[in-house]
């Protein structure tokens, strides 16, 4: 298991803006898929965006579609999640993680993850 490296949480009111960044080596992120992963307190953990290995195809969940994006710097090998229209409902902790192989939204699927990184929502 590789472990990747997430940055970009923090408090921010409703209505707000934040960017996770994920920054993972160079040998894993030229052949993994990318998703953005949370977990609120009690609850379990859920996909949020599934980007491919090579940038085409796209997913969200239906809670953040229109608010979310996903994206990859390959000269970076950076996996990015802008968060736009910030609500209570977003808190949680944020991970990203990386598979090889076919795309999945399943958590068990994924081998790499990153620490996690706590998003608050609140006024």
């Known amino acids: 298991q590789v472990q990747l490296v997430e940055s970009g949480g923090g408090l921010v009111q409703p209505g707000g803006s934040l960017r996770l960044s994920c920054v993972a080596p160079g040998s894993i992120f030229s052949t993994d898929h990318m998703g953005w992963y949370r977990q609120a307190p009690g609850k379990q953990r859920e996909m949020v965006a599934f980007?491919?290995?090579?940038?085409?195809?796209?997913k969200y969940a239906d809670s953040v579609k229109g608010r979310f994006t996903i994206s990859r710097d390959y000269a970076k090998s950076t996996v990015y999640l802008q968060m736009n229209s910030l609500k209570p409902e977003d808190t949680a902790v944020y991970y990203c993680a990386s598979r090889r192989g076919r795309p999945s939204r399943l958590a068990g699927d994924y081998d790499n993850w990153g620490q996690g990184a706590q998003v608050t929502v609140s006024s």
């Open positions: 980007i491919s290995v090579a940038g085409g195809n796209l």
